[in-house]
């Protein structure tokens, strides 16, 4: 891993609960603030303009923002408007097209070990010649967005550009860095900023650690 492609973050540099506003209805559930909201909204303002920069510069530069959801929503909707505001080097507005996909990998004993998109073959037939950029929330292991790519390569698109807001440093990872990062976290479960526990947390802005007190309280 380059640490300059990326804002690393450590378990031992977190905030106190008391420094930032926390949801009355967490303030138990929560045991620190791994990256406040402030800190991520500057980031994908920059990370914007890096994905804006290495747009092919057709007549009219275009891009097809794939969403993968649920937990990648929130920084989709942020990252998209930081790219309306953006320019190429030339002063070029950016055509923007979305999408939206779920993805299931099934690699237990019963599995083929495919990964499954939400879009039919002739949905994803639509991003034939087209310039995508698929937006996670998270990168674990990896395994998954390979195995994602791969299949999204056959139907043919001009180029294929992945950011994640966040990459975990666990020791499980393929190896796998998508093009653009936002933050290296340690590998602990956090919670914020649309990723959930449960589905809870996805409503507070901060990405946080979860407490044992949180663990307990949302577990099913």
């Known amino acids: ?23 009355q209805h967490y303030e138990k559930d929560i045991e620190s603030i791994l990256i406040p909201h402030g ?11 890096l994905i804006v920069n290495e747009i092919p510069d057709d007549p009219i530069p275009n891009l097809v923002v794939c969403c993968v959801l649920k937990g990648g929503h ?3 909707a942020d990252l998209v408007d930081e790219i309306k505001r953006c320019h190429t080097s030339k002063g070029k507005s950016i055509k923007l097209s979305l999408e939206f996909l779920k993805v299931k ?11 499954r998109i939400s879009l039919s ?6 991003f034939r010649g087209k310039n995508l950029l698929i937006v996670e929330d998270i990168i674990d292991t990896g395994r998954t967005m ?3 790519l791969k299949r999204l390569e056959e139907f043919g698109p001009n180029s294929i550009k992945v950011t994640s807001l966040l990459i975990k440093k666990t020791p499980h990872s393929n190896g796998y860095i998508p093009h ?14 649309a990723l959930d526990y449960n589905e809870h947390f996805r409503d507070l802005d901060h990405i946080a650690v979860i407490s044992e007190h949180g663990k307990k309280a949302y577990a099913v």
């Open 1 to 23: 891993m380059d640490a300059k492609n990326w804002i690393d973050i450590d378990i031992e540099r977190v905030y106190p609960l008391d420094h930032f506003v926390v949801p």
């Open 39 to 49: 800190m991520i909204k500057d980031r994908i303002n920059k990370l914007a303009k």
């Open 74 to 76: 929130q920084y989709f």
């Open 105 to 115: 990998s099934y690699e237990n004993d019963q599995s083929t070990g495919d990964v």
């Open 121 to 126: 073959d002739k949905e994803l037939e639509e």
């Open 146 to 148: 390979v195995k994602l």
């Open 180 to 193: 653009y990062v936002g933050f290296a976290i340690p590998d602990a479960f956090v919670v914020g900023y």
